[in-house]
């Protein structure tokens, strides 16, 4: 139980073009996802808290018009990477948190971005 | 400010010898304290967590970790390492939002 699937799990594009993420909770409902972004060799840093219905929550620094954030139903939220530079290659994850688990998060596999 | 520090970058650890990983944290309150395993290229796995109550915390594959409040500590222990237990492992705090450490990268020799 429990699982976090993250589509797709690598991502080449070019520089200036769009690239959405997904993020699903297959068998629980999620009423808050986040994302997280890694650098080569770093830890997690947060980039926004995803409410179901609602509008994300983003950390100071992270640009909201540039990570667009959609979690339109209980098992499903979106990033969205709008004109992705080279700067914008990381490794993205999510995680859920399931409807009244309290504070338990399951994270995603993951999503390699390279922008060129 | 909230941070969580894991002093070691990479260990490296014979195989069958016990292990100890670092983990202190700087947070307002007593947060809840979390142990995640990250293998390369994937996402993190939940080793063991501590909200309340007994301050040694059983985990999965082995592992443990004690919470000592007077040294905002929650180090991770296993008696005897295995070499698939390799791995980058976090630490990481808070309540609905989780602050991580920058990670320990442990390395099994034969």
């Known amino acids: 139980g429990a699982v976090v699937s993250q589509h797709p799990s690598r991502v080449i594009c070019k520089s200036g073009t769009s690239v959405k993420i997904e993020c699903r909770s297959l068998d629980f409902q999620a009423t808050t996802m986040f994302w997280y972004r890694q650098f080569p060799k770093k830890s997690l840093m947060l980039m926004a808290t995803s409410n179901e219905g609602s509008k994300a929550t983003y950390e100071q620094g992270v640009e909201k018009d540039k990570f667009l954030i959609n979690h339109a139903s209980l098992t499903l939220s979106t990033l969205t990477v709008t004109s992705a530079h080279p700067e914008d290659s990381s490794f993205y994850i999510c995680s859920a948190s399931p409807s009244g688990a309290g504070n338990e998060q399951f994270f995603g596999p993951g999503t390699r971005l390279t922008v060129l | 400010a909230q941070s969580v520090t894991q002093p070691d970058i990479h260990i490296t650890v014979s195989e069958g010898a016990s292990l100890e990983l670092r983990c202190n944290y700087s947070y307002g309150a007593t947060p809840y304290l979390f142990w995640y395993v990250q293998s390369p290229g994937q996402g993190l796995q939940l080793l063991l967590k501590?909200?309340?109550?007994?301050?040694l915390v059983q985990g999965i594959k082995g592992f443990e970790a004690e919470f000592k409040r007077s040294q905002s500590s929650f180090n991770l222990r296993k008696p005897s390492v295995h070499w698939s237990d390799a791995a980058e492992y976090f630490c990481a705090v808070g309540f609905q939002k989780l602050v991580f450490g920058t990670g320990t990268r442990l390395l099994v020799s034969p």
């Open positions: 501590y909200f309340s109550g007994d301050t």
